[in-house]
């Protein structure tokens, strides 16, 4: 039983450190953090986002995806709720407003670890056509 909350905090701890990496400008394309076969879907609420798409790989997924993602969103006011569901996945759970609209947008990230890297992402984000209200 101590094993399996130990398994749920580093799932916890893997996906709060790639944040945390990203936030601070030192998540490298060739992170360790992830699989070497990582696999991204982002499907977003605009098909114009930067973001969108399937990324095969961290190198693609940080540099076409994520970064792009980061750099649209006003970090200053952004919420971000986690939690691993029974079935071990992390999901995690963003509202953030984009700086050029000021749009508030809600995306739900699925995130699953295996050996303690992370190996896929399902995201949706949700934005201002989706009558989404603060």
Known sequence: MVSNAHEYDVRL???????????????GTTSDIFTKDFEAEMLP??????????????????????????HSIDRTNITYQAYVSRCGLVHVLIKARLLE?????????????EGNKLAHLHSLCVG?????HD
């Open 13 to 27: 701890v893997l996906v709060q450190l790639m944040y945390e990496a990203l936030a601070a400008g030192i998540l």
């Open 128 to 132: 201002p056509s989706s009558s989404i």
């Open 101 to 113: 609209s000021g749009s508030r947008i809600v995306c739900h990230q699925q995130w699953t670890v």
């Open 45 to 70: 609420f605009d098909s114009n986002m930067p973001w969108n798409g399937l990324f095969e790989g961290p190198k693609e997924f940080i540099e076409k995806s994520l970064t792009p993602f980061w």
